[in-house]
């Protein structure tokens, strides 16, 4: 299936999509297409993720505000794919496991000290 973007957009065979933010990475595996959003400082959004399968949007990041409601919580500035799932960085290094079907954090890999 084609996938392309520019800025804010993204195509996914005919289907279009206007996301919130601009795109900063794709990763396609198979039929499914995950996207990271780069978040402007000024805002306070961390579900910056999302998974889409076959042209269809099938989730957004779960929360890490309510997953983890007691810590100074950034959106995500990398993705990779990982065993078990999706890989999530955020600025201060932290890695989470996300359910590449699902988009729900599956646990936290690393911690600041």
């Known amino acids: 299936m084609n996938r392309q973007h520019e800025g804010n957009i993204l195509t996914i065979g005919?289907?279009?999509f206007e996301m919130p933010f601009n795109i900063r990475k794709v990763i396609e595996e198979g039929s499914l297409t995950f996207v990271l959003l780069s978040i402007p400082a000024s805002?306070?959004?961390?579900?910056?993720?999302?998974?889409f399968c076959d042209g269809k949007k099938?989730?957004?990041?779960?929360?890490?505000?309510?997953?983890?409601p007691d810590r100074k919580n950034l959106p995500f500035e990398d993705?990779?794919?990982a065993e078990g799932g999706l890989l999530g960085r955020d600025f201060y290094g932290r890695q989470?496991?996300?359910?590449s079907m699902t988009g729900k954090i599956i646990q936290q890999l690393t911690s600041v000290k």
Do not use: C, F, H
Request: hydrophobic share 30%; charged share 35%; glycine share 4%.
């Open 14 to 16: 005919d289907a279009s």
């Open 43 to 51: 805002e306070k959004e961390t579900r910056n993720v999302y998974g």
């Open 58 to 68: 099938i989730w957004q990041v779960e929360s890490l505000n309510d997953k983890y």
């Open 79 to 81: 993705i990779r794919q």
């Open 96 to 99: 989470y496991l996300i359910d």
